[in-house]
């Protein structure tokens, strides 16, 4: 049986694509470092340049022209901003801060990378943070005051901290996912690269419009690794995904799918071994691998 990355990279052999012109774009760098491994073994009697294989988040990091900074530089950032925004109301210290303020990052990160409304959601936010306190009493104490003064400042700290961080272009992930999503068709307009998109999955509304995007301006083919008994089993998960892509994306409205195998519901040879503990797994697993011919 052959790999998935083994079939794609066939697959394009056949299409007669140059290979050393295309941009392949995968999951993680642990899956690009495969990939070479299957070109090499396929490409292993021809001389040619090898193409640009990038991982997902290094391609939004090119695609943003941000800096990914981590989650300490995010951190200290951030209370700058804190404390210049709304300067003459009451601020904590950093300790104080800190608690609280870790989980609005990651609050941030997420309404970036899934391209969310944020007007909306923090005026929604500070909406309900409001009723919710209305029916206490009829005048609100001080402390109320300040709690619902914060939810309301949530929008301002958001757009201070984003402003910040582009004009240092700088950004944590979430907003250099944005940032991407915002610019890819800027980027279209400069790049004739075909782009090869391989083995995805669960995509953020970030990507997904990244991947539409280079999709529409047919400089790209998605190879999808799914399988025909999940993809035609509506009630199982794992293809909730993949089916949501090709149901309601435009592309596929008038483009093919690629691809839907049947590996699942093909006769499998598997051999059970009984093994306690994990050193013992450990070592049953030495003893297999080493009985595996060097190809």
């Known amino acids: 049986m052959k790999s998935f990355l083994k079939e794609v990279v066939l697959e394009l052999q056949k299409t007669k694509e140059n290979i050393s012109d295309l941009l392949f774009l995968v999951p993680s760098k642990r899956a690009g470092l495969f990939l070479k491994k299957e070109l090499l073994e396929i490409y292993r009697d021809t001389t040619l340049f090898a193409p640009i294989i990038l991982s997902i988040e290094e391609f939004i990091v090119q695609l943003s022209g941000l800096q990914q900074i981590d989650n300490v530089q995010t951190l200290f950032e951030f209370y700058e901003t804190y404390l210049n925004t709304h300067p003459d109301v009451e601020k904590e210290n950093f300790e104080i801060f800190s608690n609280w303020a870790q989980t609005l990052v990651y609050d941030f990160n997420e309404i970036d990378r899934y391209c969310i409304d944020h007007k909306s959601f923090f005026t929604y936010l500070s909406g309900i943070q409001d009723l919710n306190h209305w029916y206490l009493q009829e005048e609100k104490t001080e402390l109320v005051k300040k709690y619902i003064k914060f ?27 944005r940032k991407a999503s915002e610019d890819i068709h800027a ?8 782009h090869i998109l391989v083995g995805f999955n669960a995509l953020y509304n970030a990507e997904q419009i ?27 998960e794992a293809s909730l995904f993949l089916r949501t892509y090709k149901n309601q994306w435009e592309y596929y409205k008038k483009k093919p799918f690629q691809w839907i195998n049947s590996n699942f519901s093909s006769e499998k040879d598997i051999t059970l071994i009984g093994v306690p503990k994990n050193i013992g797994q450990a070592k049953s697993v030495g003893q297999l691998l080493s009985k595996i011919p060097e190809s």
């Open 187 to 194: 980027y279209i307009k400069t790049e004739n690269r075909k």
């Open 210 to 236: 990244i991947f539409q995007a280079l999709l529409e301006a047919d400089i790209a083919k998605v190879y999808w690794d799914a399988d025909q008994f999940f993809i035609e089993n509506t009630y199982h």
């Open 151 to 177: 939810w309301e400042s949530l929008i301002d700290y958001y757009n201070n901290f984003k402003n910040k961080l582009l004009e240092k272009k700088i950004g944590y992930q979430g907003l250099l996912y």
